[in-house]
């Protein structure tokens, strides 16, 4: 069986990291994530408000290099989470269990306010800045390994800054 989401949006708000009772960070936010197809009667492009969850490393590369109105994109697990709430009732919240996080724009895209050095690091899964995975199984006490300073030069080209040549 496979659970696998990737979306690609835009923060409605500012993340908010939090820290359980053992001190594990975790984050969430909000992403406005439009629809593919536009209404036929309209032509208006809708819009999705998802609910998303980050833990640990994750976590804390979102609360520091991301806030409201940031593009991201979100690689990780729908999660179904069932509640009771004050007055007794049943209810059901439905959000993204984040393994990885990456810039969706650049710095100059994105009017963003966090630290950003032109580089397209992730927090999460891959390899690269913060790239730890945040499954459940690892010990709260684990000892992670520090994060490079930077991509080794030969792993990356540069790129220049004239878009005129584009298709698009």
């Known amino acids: 069986m496979l659970?696998?989401?990737?979306?690609?949006?835009?923060?409605?708000?500012d993340?908010?990291?939090?820290?359980?009772?053992s001190g594990v960070p975790v984050v969430s936010?909000?992403?406005?994530?439009d629809h593919d197809v536009p209404n036929k009667e309209t032509g208006e492009r809708g819009?999705?408000?998802?609910?998303?969850v980050a833990w640990r490393q994750t976590a804390e590369f979102v609360n520091k290099y991301f806030s409201k109105g940031r593009m991201a994109v979100v690689s990780g697990r729908l999660q179904i989470r069932n509640w009771t709430d004050n007055t007794g009732n049943k209810r059901r919240a439905a959000?993204?269990?984040?393994?990885?996080?990456?810039?969706g724009d650049s710095k100059r895209d994105g009017d963003s306010s966090g630290s950003y050095n032109g580089n397209s690091y992730a927090g999460g899964n891959n390899g690269s800045y913060?790239?730890?995975?945040?499954s459940r199984s690892y010990n709260d006490n684990y000892a992670a390994p520090a994060a490079p300073a930077?991509?080794?030069p030969s792993d990356?080209?540069?790129?220049?800054d004239d878009d005129s040549e584009l298709p698009f």
């Open 15 to 21: 993340p908010e990291l939090r820290r359980t009772q």
């Open 150 to 152: 930077a991509p080794a």
């Open 95 to 103: 959000e993204v269990v984040a393994d990885n996080v990456y810039f």
């Open 130 to 134: 913060a790239g730890y995975n945040n």
């Open 156 to 160: 990356f080209a540069m790129l220049e």
């Open 3 to 13: 659970n696998h989401i990737v979306l690609m949006g835009r923060l409605t708000r």
């Open 47 to 52: 819009v999705d408000f998802i609910d998303v």
């Open 29 to 33: 936010f909000s992403l406005a994530v």
